[in-house]
């Protein structure tokens, strides 16, 4: 079973965010921790210094407790925590990267609500929880149909990797994932479909069946990013490599409604976290 970290606020993407892992607990069993960072600039700055400050402090942690408590409850998922949602104060992306380097996590799921804006994931991409990541994020981006099922993105040199990574976290979804192999052109207006490179098609083909499993559809796709978004539109979850700041497969996935798991490079987990 996994063990997952989510990061809550008190706001829309938050109550998403936790009823897709809902739904998604209902496809692959886990354990979840639940992580609050309460934002301590919004309450004023603090009343003195020693004693002082930490009352006022410790009021502030005890006023997040009282949220969370009413947000997972309000939102029946309580009954998925391991234990009581953590409290920490400090900055928010330290915090959370603490946590997950200090617990090794399988996976760690926050919500991110879509939005017609690319630079907003484009920023969040770049971040430095994004870039120092020791396991996958889901960034929940909508409530979808579980049923829609899985699909792998990527180019034929991340392709072999995002395989890896759902084989090893969602091999027991119940339907095939789909794959879909992108060539990035920029310069076509249109997409267009290629023949599937045998290769990389064997490659996939033996990943799967070394698993027990199998995979589903598999297209090739040629064409600019806009086009190419079009194609990630229609699962439940998608699942790719992270991709770099404001590239082509950046920029496709910034387009997608659906909630997307994006996986670490392995020199990724070569960060020490953060003390």
Same mark, same amino acid.
């Given at each position: 079973?996994?063990?997952?970290?989510?990061?809550?606020?008190? !706001?829309?993407?938050?109550?998403?965010?936790?009823?897709?892992?809902?739904? /998604?607990?209902?496809? +692959?069993?886990?354990? +979840?921790?639940?992580?609050?960072?309460?934002? +301590?600039?919004?309450?004023? *700055?603090?009343?003195?210094?020693?004693?002082?400050?930490?009352?006022?402090?410790?009021?502030?942690?005890?006023?997040?407790?009282?949220?969370?408590?009413?947000?997972?409850?309000?939102?029946?998922?309580?009954?998925?925590?391991?234990?009581?949602?953590?409290?920490?104060?400090?900055?928010?992306?330290?915090?959370?990267?603490?946590? +997950?380097?200090?617990?090794?996590?399988?996976?760690?799921?926050?919500?991110?609500?879509?939005?017609?804006?690319? !630079?907003?994931?484009?920023?969040?991409?770049?971040?430095?929880?994004?870039?120092?990541?020791?396991?996958?994020?889901?960034?929940?981006?909508?409530? &979808?149909?579980?049923?829609?099922?899985?699909? &792998?993105?990527?180019? *034929?040199?991340?392709? *072999?990797?995002?395989?890896?990574?759902?084989?090893?976290?969602?091999?027991?979804?119940?339907?095939?994932?789909?794959?879909?192999?992108?060539?990035?052109?920029?310069?076509?207006?249109?997409?267009?479909?290629?023949?599937?490179?045998?290769?990389?098609?064997?490659?996939?083909?033996?990943?799967?069946?070394?698993?027990?499993?199998?995979?589903?559809?598999?297209?090739?796709?040629?064409?600019?990013?806009?086009?190419?978004?079009?194609?990630?539109?229609?699962?439940?979850?998608?699942?790719?490599?992270?991709?770099?700041?404001?590239?082509?497969?950046?920029?496709? /996935?910034?387009?997608?409604?659906?909630?997307?798991?994006?996986?670490?490079?392995?020199?990724?987990?070569?960060?020490?976290?953060?003390?």
């Amino acid at each position: 079973m996994h063990n997952v970290l989510i990061a809550l606020e008190t !706001d829309l993407a938050s109550g998403i965010a936790i009823r897709y892992a809902d739904q /998604l607990e209902k496809k +692959m069993r886990f354990n +979840m921790q639940a992580l609050h960072v309460p934002d +301590m600039d919004k309450n004023g *700055p603090s009343p003195g210094s020693g004693w002082v400050h930490k009352k006022w402090e410790d009021g502030v942690i005890d006023n997040a407790k009282k949220e969370i408590s009413k947000l997972v409850k309000e939102d029946l998922f309580y009954c998925y925590l391991t234990q009581t949602p953590k409290i920490i104060p400090g900055e928010k992306e330290t915090v959370i990267l603490n946590e +997950m380097w200090g617990k090794h996590y399988d996976f760690f799921m926050e919500g991110f609500l879509h939005s017609f804006e690319p !630079d907003r994931f484009f920023e969040k991409i770049d971040s430095d929880l994004y870039k120092k990541l020791s396991c996958p994020v889901i960034m929940v981006k909508n409530l &979808i149909n579980m049923d829609m099922g899985l699909q &792998i993105v990527g180019t *034929p040199e991340t392709i *072999p990797l995002a395989v890896m990574w759902l084989l090893k976290l969602l091999k027991d979804w119940s339907t095939k994932p789909d794959i879909l192999v992108c060539h990035f052109e920029t310069s076509m207006d249109h997409t267009t479909t290629l023949d599937n490179d045998p290769v990389l098609l064997l490659n996939i083909e033996k990943r799967f069946a070394q698993s027990g499993s199998e995979a589903g559809t598999i297209r090739t796709i040629k064409g600019p990013p806009g086009e190419l978004s079009l194609f990630v539109r229609d699962h439940a979850l998608m699942v790719s490599v992270l991709p770099r700041h404001s590239g082509p497969m950046a920029r496709m /996935l910034s387009m997608s409604p659906c909630p997307i798991m994006l996986c670490p490079e392995p020199e990724s987990n070569k960060h020490n976290f953060v003390r």
